[in-house]
């Protein structure tokens, strides 16, 4: 079993700061790519940012130069630290990883539950 545990999100003012974290936890062998995704209200699911085992990444237009994504290997988390926020950033933020588990041949593709991020005007 794999679980992925987000933590962070909450109310910030516009031009404010948050810093997400997304432990995975369970019978893991190995993670490849992390990424953060996020929902607004009738809108589709996007990619934010992500980040390889080697910490390659790459980030959407719209975040780039305000949030950076990160990753500890030894505690199989990323991390997303948003500065500047825009009350267009207003999602659900959902981890996303991809994770080979014991006894198995093949990366699987696993979600944490979603964290709620709200900037206010």
């Known amino acids: 079993q794999v679980q992925l545990v987000e933590s962070g999100g909450g109310l910030v003012q516009a031009g404010g700061s948050l810093r997400l974290s997304c432990a995975a936890s369970?019978?893991?062998?190995?993670?490849?790519?992390m990424g953060w995704y996020r929902q607004a209200p009738g809108k589709q699911r996007e990619l934010v940012a992500s980040?390889?085992?080697?910490?390659?990444?790459n980030y959407a237009e719209s975040v780039k130069g305000r949030f950076t994504i990160s990753r500890d290997n030894a505690k199989n988390t990323v991390y997303l630290q948003m500065n500047s926020l825009k009350p267009e950033d207003t999602a659900v933020y959902y981890c996303?990883?991809?994770?080979?588990?014991?006894?198995?041949?093949?990366?699987?593709?696993?979600w944490g539950q979603g964290t709620q991020v709200t900037v206010s005007s």
């Open positions: 996303n990883a991809q994770i080979r588990r014991y006894y198995s041949e093949y990366e699987q593709n696993y």
């Open positions: 980040i390889t085992s080697s910490g390659s990444t």
């Open positions: 369970g019978s893991i062998v190995s993670i490849n790519t």
